[in-house]
């Protein structure tokens, strides 16, 4: 992290530019870890922006995606800049959203907005194009990676029966993940913004520039008429109208998704209230990536804290600054 730290700090716009365009050539042409850098680009526009001013950092941005456009445009293949322009876009959002002292629900949904935008563009752009409904493409596209995973299952050592029955159901799957793709989009943007604003918080408090906003992330909770919404929008669900189902649906996985959030805010504040160790709490985040259904209980407990208020449990006599 110190590392980290001293290459970012004080950088020149040339300095500030090779980093990235390491992210932005690594999303771009390297095929498993490009993912990954085009998801964490966000964090290094905001650290830069924050620590070495948002003029220079979006200057050397703006450089960056000149050439990787220039590039593109000598190999005459198509333009690669909408996710890069947006995800870079988001992290000086980001910057500039902590540098005003906003709340950290606006430093989150802003930014996840412009993805969600961004998003819609493009398969409204794309459908104008080929001359098809946006909704038919989104179809179209969701079917194209269920067909990709199918063969990827297929080269795995799963059992026959199993890839057989994704097979058999594969219209129905297709149909399922297409009736819930607003709120599929919306959850990742927020997650990803999420997990950009954490990791910066981390690297700007190393290096001495924690952003007093920012430091209450484990404190954060739902406000109480949320809960409402959870409600309403589960009992809709019973309803039946397709329209309706599908608004309901939507917002239902959503308000979970952001219950989620507090859970794992509330096991966050848990960890720093009793010290535990990075390296269990890297394993706790890691065995549920592994293990989903995990996150059921977590959400739960995000949900009761209107009731219970778990941290009341955990929070130390005298008053202590929670920083993630």
Sequence with gaps: MKKLDSLILKSSIIKQSLIIIFFIFSAVFIPFLGSFCLILLPVILFTLGT??????TATAFFISSLLLFVLFLLLHQGNPLLPIVTMGLAGLLIARLATMNKSVEKVIAYPALLIIAAICFYFIYSGFEQSIHPWQLIRKYIASMIDTNIKLYSQLPLAKEDIDFIKSNQES????FTMIFPSLITIISIFIVWLNVLIGKNILSNAGLSRPNLT???SWKTPDFFIWFFIVSGGLNFIPN????????NSF???CFIYLLQGFAIVSFIFQSKNVPAAFRFIFYFFIAVQQFLMIPIATVGLFDIWVDFRKFFRKDEKTEIVS
């Excluded at 799957?173 to 399922?176: E, K, N, P, Q, V």
């Excluded at 397709?242 to 649906?249: E, I, K, S, T, Y």
């Design 51 to 56: 620590i070495n001013g948002e003029f220079k």
């Design 173 to 176: 799957i297709t149909a399922g």
């Design 242 to 249: 397709g329209d309706v189902n599908f608004l309901a649906l």
């Design 253 to 255: 996985l959503i308000i």
């Design 216 to 218: 209450m992330l484990a």
